[in-house]
């Protein structure tokens, strides 16, 4: 739970990624993407929330929730119902439904003048679907996407390299690539050959924005 992001927003329908082994057996694992059905709130959140709740106005929880309600997308199992809520009503789709409580672990973390500081974190192992991280989008393939192509702090340029290549090669279709951040230095032949990967075609000579990509 150490590399999961400080503040998690949910909402119903909202499609997340598992990060973790909850079931191998039943793929429920690292990158299985999931659809939130329902969060079981805390039993003291439950008196503090509104009675009703506009679109757009974010609610702050005080308590962490009980469990979450999630649908592995494309499963073809469902569990007993002793492992589901008993609130379903009877003719609910239980289909690759399950609940993901949270976990706590302790964490260590080194500080500059040499010392440690640990602390206890407790999390829902989730991260939201619509962002990957490289090493998390190999093997798929998306229609449209959004690539921040600038160097992170502590990221050799070869390997730096190497995730361009992997986040240009997912992109299906070019009308679907937009670019952000991409260093001066990268925009050159190398480029072109990755953008060739993607388009199927030879394209030597010709500069990125003369192949149709957006770049800002």
């Known amino acids: 739970v150490q590399y999961l992001p400080s503040v998690l927003p949910f909402y119903k329908g909202m499609h997340l990624l598992l990060y973790s082994k909850k079931c191998v ?49 494309g499963a073809q199992w469902t569990l007993p119902a002793s492992m589901l809520p008993s609130f379903l009503e009877k003719d609910y789709d239980r289909t690759g439904l399950f609940l993901l409580f949270p976990e706590t672990k302790d964490i260590e973390i080194r500080t500059g003048d040499g010392q440690s500081v640990k602390f206890c974190r407790t999390h829902f192992s989730v991260v939201p679907a619509d962002t990957r991280i490289v090493y998390g989008a190999q093997g798929e393939g998306f229609e449209a996407s959004v690539l921040d192509m600038r160097l992170p702090p ?63």
Not at 155 to 162: A, F, G, I, Q, S
Not at 205 to 212: A, I
Request: hydrophobic share 45%.
């Open 154 to 216: 502590g990221m050799t340029p070869e390997v730096h390299w190497l995730a361009n290549y992997v986040m240009l090669s997912r992109v299906t279709s070019i009308d679907g690539l937009l670019i952000l951040r991409l260093l001066r230095s990268v925009i050159g032949p190398r480029l072109v050959r990755l953008l060739d990967l993607v388009r199927g075609t030879k394209s030597i000579g010709r500069s990125p924005r003369q192949l149709g990509v957006r770049v800002t």
């Open 25 to 73: 057996r039943l793929h429920l694992m690292n990158g299985c993407e999931v659809r939130l059905e329902d969060v079981i709130f805390a039993d003291e959140e439950d008196a503090e929330m509104p009675m009703y709740a506009a679109a757009g106005d974010p609610i702050k929880l005080r308590y962490m929730p009980i469990c979450l309600l999630l649908r592995a997308l």
